[in-house]
């Protein structure tokens, strides 16, 4: 493999590892969206800043995570395409609930700044329940198809360690039994049961991002990948782990 290619997926690697780690930008909404997401916030009065704040943060992520599937796309279609199709489309859906989301609580700041007074309570309550849901539908159910076919996609491929990968097979299902779990009102969806349950598609998707990041794919699958894609005779992997 010459060293332009290899220059080509060095970049796709570390610009795929920078956009996941920025995924995780939005940790800090959890504090910014509690005032917003308060009973009364509509009465109330003061600066908008810190909702504001948050829904740019969400919309970086949501922009992002769209960009991490795109990004490896061309190389991750070499492995199986439809997959890779499958998970772009998985991350644009998943981004697409956020953009809702975001629009949802970013309208109790309209309520508010519209001085509606009493009257916006329920209409903010009924959005702040709405952002909820679909939260839980977006980035609870959504992140556990996506990061089933990248996992899948990296085992089979040896992009990464092998040991990486199987984090994120393992990490979706156990992230949709927290979904249903919530869904059935088993568990509070804000409890420590549920940020359990998504635990290990989080260690995944930042574990992968640093890995990306600073050390690349694997160049003996990669090559693979490129002669398979000619042609010719597949490269013999060694056992990773």
Not at 28 to 49: C, E, H, M, Q
Not at 74 to 95: C, F, M, Q, T, Y
Not at 110 to 122: I, P
Not at 213 to 226: C, D, H, M, S, Y
Request: proline share 5%; charged share 10%; net charge neutral.
């Amino acid at each position: 493999m010459n060293s332009a290619v290899t220059s080509t997926h060095r970049r796709v690697s570390l610009t795929a590892g920078v956009l996941y780690v920025l995924t995780f930008v939005s940790i800090p909404t959890l504090a910014l969206y509690r005032p917003v997401k308060g009973a009364n916030y509509v009465l109330g009065s003061g600066p908008d800043t810190a909702a504001v704040f948050g829904g740019i943060l969400e919309i970086v992520v949501a922009l992002a995570g769209i960009a991490t599937a795109v990004t490896l796309f061309p190389i991750l279609k070499k492995r199986n395409e439809s997959l890779a199709l499958g998970l772009v489309a998985a991350r644009i859906l998943e981004s697409g609930t956020i953009f809702v989301g975001v629009a949802f609580l970013l309208s109790i700041v309209t309520l508010r700044q519209d001085g509606t007074g009493a009257a916006a309570l329920v209409p903010s309550h009924t959005l702040v329940t709405l952002y909820d849901r679909i939260f839980l539908l977006g980035q609870s159910f959504m992140p556990a198809i996506c990061d089933l076919l990248l996992g899948f996609l990296l085992y089979t491929s040896r992009l990464v360690p092998r040991g990486l990968a199987l984090i994120g097979i393992a990490g979706g299902p156990v992230l949709v039994i927290g979904y249903l779990a919530v869904l059935f009102g088993a568990i509070d969806q804000h409890g420590a049961m549920a940020g359990l349950s998504a635990l290990l598609v989080a260690v995944f998707e930042f574990s992968l991002g640093v890995w990306l990041i600073t050390k690349g794919f694997n160049p003996q699958a990669v090559a693979a990948l490129e002669s398979t894609n000619e042609g010719s005779a597949p490269a013999i992997l060694p056992q990773s782990t």
